[in-house]
């Protein structure tokens, strides 16, 4: 019973529905010309792109074997990325080509204002997935969304290079300051050397000059304490010459004599006898006479210098000539190129010739490939219009449906209420056997 009345009912929706056919038909006319109208009259929004990817490895080895700046490609297209994601480069770009972005502009609109609007809705950066993209698709893709009357394609092309250049100027003044960094650095390295070998040469110097004057003062310290012993020893000398003459002349012995000869002259004889006389002990100075003590005094009493006297006397004046000129440090006084005896800065000179000689032609640089450029694209992305006249017809139909099944529900709804309402507005009455009679029906039920 349920079945067969859910069937039922459900032929009566269909038929209700297929009765109302001109409703529904017309309502997906209307929708469907509507969608049309819009998909006709709608702005036509363009949509370009540009890929790029990673430079080769040859057209930053320049760069790289510098030993300045290490610029890896990935690097590269990192650095770019941010460039062209850059508030600050996008802008420009916009200050730079304003003869590009005329429709952008409003009435009453400053620069930044018009600026924001295309920053926010037209250009769109995308870079791949790492967790779904691996290592051999790095790339980064710029989208550009415009309309009819924008030339997007200069647009999104011009920004590309221009981004480009920018970060190819900010690495140049990057390596630029380096190089002038490392220049300086080593500049104070040298001078620091150039510095420390002042400090040596004069150390060196006062430690010779010192050494000279302890030496010269030694000497002349030793020199006069050798003129003054030998003073004292002529002195003494000339206490013993007179205590020597005086016992000469006491005993009469007047020219050089000895003991023996003295003992023989005593003797009378004239046997001759030829003696030798070998004596170990010396014999006193007075047997030499008092004619040759006192010519030896008198020579003594005429001294002015008793330096011939004493071969020390000549050597210490041989060095304390020497002395007086320090060969040494006249040679280094004499140094008129000292750079050449700094020590360690061969290397660093060879640096600064390296880095000043560094010739890296920047305009050149590729930090990235251009994988894809922006082309005119052959139709718009938007409006999309067989997709939205389709959706109008599946629209207007499913209104259409709609509306006929509300009408059935109201028709349906207003005829069981007149029904039920007639049926409490009719008196029921029951025949001898209990069975409902209707009025004006006299025959049971």
């Known amino acids: 019973m349920n079945a067969d009345a859910d069937e039922i009912d459900l032929f009566a929706l269909f038929q209700s529905i297929w009765q109302q056919k001109k409703l529904v038909i017309g309502c997906t006319v209307a929708v469907t010309l509507v969608g049309l109208a819009y998909a006709l009259l709608a702005p036509r929004v363009y949509e370009v792109s540009s890929v790029l990817r990673p430079a080769a490895l040859n057209e930053l080895d320049a760069l790289n074997r510098s030993e300045v700046y290490k610029l890896p490609p990935a690097d590269a297209l990192s650095k770019v990325g941010a460039a062209l994601e850059s508030y600050e480069t996008r802008l420009e770009f ?108 004069e150390s060196k110097i006062a430690a010779l000059l010192e050494s000279d004057n302890i030496r010269r003062a030694q000497l002349e310290d030793e020199l006069k304490a050798l003129r003054g012993q030998l003073k004292e020893q002529r002195k003494d000398r000339l206490a013993e010459l007179a205590e020597a003459i005086t016992i000469a002349k006491s005993m009469g012995i007047r020219t050089p004599t000895t003991p023996s000869s003295m003992s023989d002259a005593s003797r009378a004889g004239s ?42 006397i000549a050597e210490i004046g041989k060095e304390l000539q020497m002395l007086q000129v320090n060969r040494q440090v006249q040679e280094l006084n004499k140094r008129s ?78 005829n069981r209420a007149s029904h039920h309402n007639d049926l409490l507005a009719t008196p029921v009455l029951l025949d001898q056997s209990g069975n409902i009679r209707g009025k004006g029906n006299d025959r049971p039920q």
Do not use: W
């Open 337 to 414: 190129n000292e750079d050449i005896f700094l020590k360690d800065v061969f290397p660093l000179r060879a640096e600064v010739a390296r880095l000043r000689n560094l010739n890296i032609d920047m305009d050149r640089l590729k930090l990235v490939t251009i994988d894809r450029k922006a082309l005119q694209p052959v139709s718009p992305i938007k409006p999309k219009r067989v997709l939205i006249v389709m959706l109008s017809l599946v629209l207007g139909l499913m209104l259409g449906v709609a509306i006929a099944l509300i009408r059935r529900l109201i028709h349906s709804y207003s």
């Open 94 to 201: 916009f200050r730079s080509h304003q003869d590009l972005f005329q429709a952008f502009k409003r009435p009453g609109q400053t620069l930044e204002q018009s600026f924001e609007d295309f920053n926010r809705d037209s250009i769109k950066l995308v870079q791949p997935d790492p967790k779904k993209d691996n290592a051999l698709s790095s790339y980064i893709k710029l989208e550009m969304q415009y309309p009819k009357d924008i030339n997007g394609v200069a647009i999104l092309n011009g920004f590309v290079e221009y981004a480009i250049d920018a970060e190819r100027d900010r690495i140049a003044a990057d390596l630029k300051v380096i190089v002038n960094n490392r220049l300086n650095e080593l500049k104070g390295k040298i001078a620091a050397a150039r510095s420390n070998y002042e400090t040596d040469k």
């Open 271 to 312: 046997t001759q006898v030829m003696r030798t006389e070998v004596n170990t002990q010396s014999i006193p100075l007075y047997f030499m006479g008092y004619e040759t003590l006192e010519a030896e005094r008198a020579a003594l009493q005429k001294r002015t210098s008793d330096d011939f006297t004493e071969k020390r």
